[in-house]
Antibody
Framework: QLQLQESGPGLVRPSATLSLTCTVSGVSLNTETYYWSWIRQAPGKPMEFIASILSTGSTFYSPSLQSRVTISADMSKNQFSLKLSSVTATDSAVYYC??????????????????WGQGTLVTVSS | QSVLTQTPSVSGTPGQRVSISCTGSTSNIGAGYDVHWYQHLPGTAPKLLIFGNTNRPSGVSDRFSGSQSGTSASLAITGLRAEDEADYYCQTYDISLRDWVFGGGTKVTVL
C-alpha cells in the first residue's frame, strides 16, 4: 500500500533545529519520475512548499526558506528528511511530506503532488 | 496571503453544482503553468483531485472537473454529496517567485 508517514518531535524550542522524517511505504524512493517533498501549513495560512529531493540527490528549495532548510534522503531506509534551523513561532505548522511528479520525466500526474502523508503538527515554543 | 486567490467558502445542497475559482496572475496560471487541485479533510492526507488543469487521477469521481482560462482556473463539483464537504486547494508554479504556490483554500459546505 502506497503510504507516506511523517515522524518527529511535536514541540521544538525557539532557535533550535526542527527535524522531521518521512517514511515511504509501497514505492521506492529510487525513481527519477518523482521528487520527494516537504510542504507545511501554518494556522490560517496557505500551504507552503518547503523543499524537494530527487533520488539523484538533486534538490529544490523554496527561495523564502532555503537559507534555513536542508532536505536529504536515505535510499536504504526509503526515508527522506527535513531540517529547518533557527526556528521561531512562525514555523509552527502542520508539516506534510509528499511526492511530486516530474512532467519532463513522464510522470503520469505531470508535476502535481499526488501522494501525501497525513501531516504532523510541530509547535515552536519554549 | 497567497498569490492564488480562492473564495474562502462555498455551499450547496445535495445534488447541486458548485464551482470554486482560483485567480492567479501572468507569472503563474497566465504563464501557462498547470493548475492542480486537492481535496483535504483536516487530519487526513490531502488528495489530488485534478492535475494539469483538467485531468482526473484514476479513482477520482467524474463529478469533479477542472478548467483553466487566462489567469484563472476553476474546479466544479456536480451532484454535490455530503462526503464532498472538505477544503479544496489550487496549486501551481510561479515563475517570478520561483516557487510552488498554493491557494488559500475554499471550504465547501453541504447544507
Amino acid at each position: 500500500q502506497l503510504q507516506l508517514q511523517e515522524s518527529g518531535p511535536g514541540l521544538v524550542r525557539p532557535s533550535a533545529t526542527l527535524s522531521l522524517t518521512c517514511t515511504v511505504s509501497g514505492v521506492s524512493l529510487n525513481t527519477e519520475t518523482y521528487y520527494w517533498s516537504w510542504i507545511r501549513q501554518a494556522p490560517g495560512k496557505p500551504m507552503e512548499f518547503i523543499a524537494s529531493i530527487l533520488s539523484t540527490g538533486s534538490t529544490f528549495y523554496s527561495p523564502s526558506l532555503q537559507s534555513r532548510v536542508t532536505i536529504s534522503a536515505d535510499m536504504s531506509k526509503n526515508q527522506f528528511s527535513l531540517k529547518l534551523s533557527s526556528v521561531t513561532a512562525t514555523d509552527s505548522a502542520v508539516y506534510y511530506c509528499a511526492r511530486r511528479g516530474i512532467a519532463a520525466a513522464g510522470s503520469p500526474v505531470f508535476d502535481a503532488f499526488d501522494l501525501w502523508g497525513q501531516g504532523t503538527l510541530v509547535t515552536v515554543s519554549s | 496571503q497567497s498569490v492564488l486567490t480562492q473564495t474562502p467558502s462555498v455551499s450547496g445542497t445535495p445534488g447541486q453544482r458548485v464551482s470554486i475559482s482560483c485567480t492567479g496572475s501572468t507569472s503563474n496560471i497566465g504563464a501557462g503553468y498547470d493548475v492542480h487541485w486537492y481535496q483535504h479533510l483536516p487530519g487526513t492526507a490531502p488528495k489530488l483531485l485534478i492535475f494539469g488543469n483538467t485531468n482526473r487521477p484514476s479513482g477520482v469521481s467524474d463529478r469533479f472537473s477542472g478548467s483553466q482560462s487566462g489567469t484563472s482556473a476553476s474546479l466544479a463539483i456536480t451532484g454535490l454529496r455530503a462526503e464532498d464537504e472538505a477544503d479544496y486547494y489550487c496549486q501551481t508554479y510561479d515563475i517570478s517567485l520561483r516557487d510552488w504556490v498554493f491557494g488559500g483554500g475554499t471550504k465547501v459546505t453541504v447544507l
